[in-house]
């Protein structure tokens, strides 16, 4: 079956910096998203990781190994805006994306 | 630029009524979803479309229709609500026609509630 296990909620202090962690397991891959949505809104792409290793893009890093079937988001001089859900999705054999729940990450001062 | 429009904002809906919800994008792009999502559960693909004319069922299409007239409307219908339908939907397109890995753009959503 598919499956995509990310934590549910993640408290971190501003200014600090917080790991989101995500297991995959999906028919066929070609690659693993990260998508930012604030309460209330649209989910908004982050980040996109095909090859193993870690893409920097500014606050906010990505990390991939696909062998072991994870990936992790860095987020980096947490502010207080940074407060959100982070989504976590593969993409299967057919190109369609395979959601995890989110993980809600609570920032405080 | 819009990029992907969805109408209504919010709507509370009599079960047994019939709904559509509507999607506009101007990106000119060949694919897109509709997507439901609810508390505790990942965003679950209904339908999609990888180009105008073509549509195909994904997680969770049952009690749910679209059609792809054209490249920039693709509206969802309800055609007999039921409570369960209650959920946040949303809609997205991206670029590639379904052949390629491509980022997904998502419109604002619409909050249904069937009562």
């Known amino acids: 079956g598919q499956n995509i296990d990310q934590p549910t909620e993640m408290t971190a202090t501003e200014g600090a910096i917080v790991q989101i962690n995500c297991t995959y397991q999906t028919s066929g891959f070609n690659g693993l998203f990260w998508y930012q949505q604030h309460a209330g809104e649209a989910p908004t792409f982050l980040s996109y990781?095909?090859l193993d290793g870690l893409e920097e893009k500014g606050r906010f890093s990505s990390f991939l190994s696909r062998s072991k079937g994870y990936s992790y988001l860095l987020l980096k001089e947490l502010q207080m805006k940074d407060s959100a859900s982070y989504l976590c999705?593969?993409?299967?054999?057919?190109?369609?994306?395979?959601w995890g729940a989110g993980t809600k990450l609570i920032i405080k001062p | 630029i819009a990029g992907i429009t969805q109408a209504p904002t919010s709507q509370i809906l009599a079960a047994g009524r019939r709904m559509t919800l509507r999607c506009t994008q101007d990106?000119?792009?060949?694919?897109m979803y509709w997507y439901r999502q609810d508390l505790g559960l990942g965003l679950r693909l209904i339908h999609y479309?990888?180009?105008?004319?073509?549509?195909g069922k994904g997680e969770v299409p049952d009690g749910y229709s679209v059609s792809r007239a054209n490249t920039d409307d693709f509206p969802l219908t309800l055609a007999s609500a039921v409570p369960s339908q209650t959920s946040v939907y949303f809609c997205?397109?991206?670029?590639?026609?379904?052949?390629?890995?491509?980022?997904?753009?998502f419109g604002p959503g619409t909050r249904l509630t069937v009562l």
């Open positions: 990106m000119r792009h060949n694919a």
């Open positions: 997205a397109s991206s670029d590639s026609g379904g052949g390629a890995p491509d980022t997904q753009y």
């Open positions: 479309s990888n180009t105008a004319g073509t549509t």
């Open positions: 999705a593969s993409m299967d054999s057919n190109y369609q994306l395979i």
């Open positions: 990781n095909v």
